[in-house]
């Protein structure tokens, strides 16, 4: 049985002008693939106006709390003792927003109730993986 967790969320994007403009969002995690967590965000959030949804690993949102994580498409690090930063990275370009840290605290600690970390079923995701990679040949 899948179980997911799903929490609203608010955020600040941050503008090429320095301008902070709020952001709604919903943090998710599904058991069904224990490793990630997924940020839905809005059409009115969007540049081309549809629903946008980010995916990356669970771990890196619980390093990004602390320190300074990740590399590539998607970057977090604490800002201040309350707010933390996601960073993500598109071909179209990027977006840089704030979230108060404790949202995503309280988030990933549901996550792990779901899920304990280490505890994933790693065999899970690889089946479900090479099933999509090879359209179930």
Known sequence: MDII???PAHARLITAEDREVPVSATL??????PLAVFVDFPAEAAL????????FAR??????LRAPAGHGDVQIWPYGRTRTVLEFHSPHGMAL???QA??????????Y??????QEDLAGVVERGLSTLFGGV
């Not at 998710?28 to 693939?33: I, Q």
């Open 113 to 118: 109730a779901v899920v304990a970390g280490g």
């Open 28 to 33: 998710r995690y599904s058991a069904e693939d």
């Open 48 to 55: 081309n106006g549809e629903e946008v949804t980010w995916t």
């Open 5 to 7: 967790v799903e929490q």
């Open 102 to 111: 404790s949202a995503l605290r309280r988030f990933l600690l549901h996550t």
């Open 59 to 64: 771990s890196l949102l619980d390093q990004g």
């Open 97 to 99: 927003l704030q979230f």
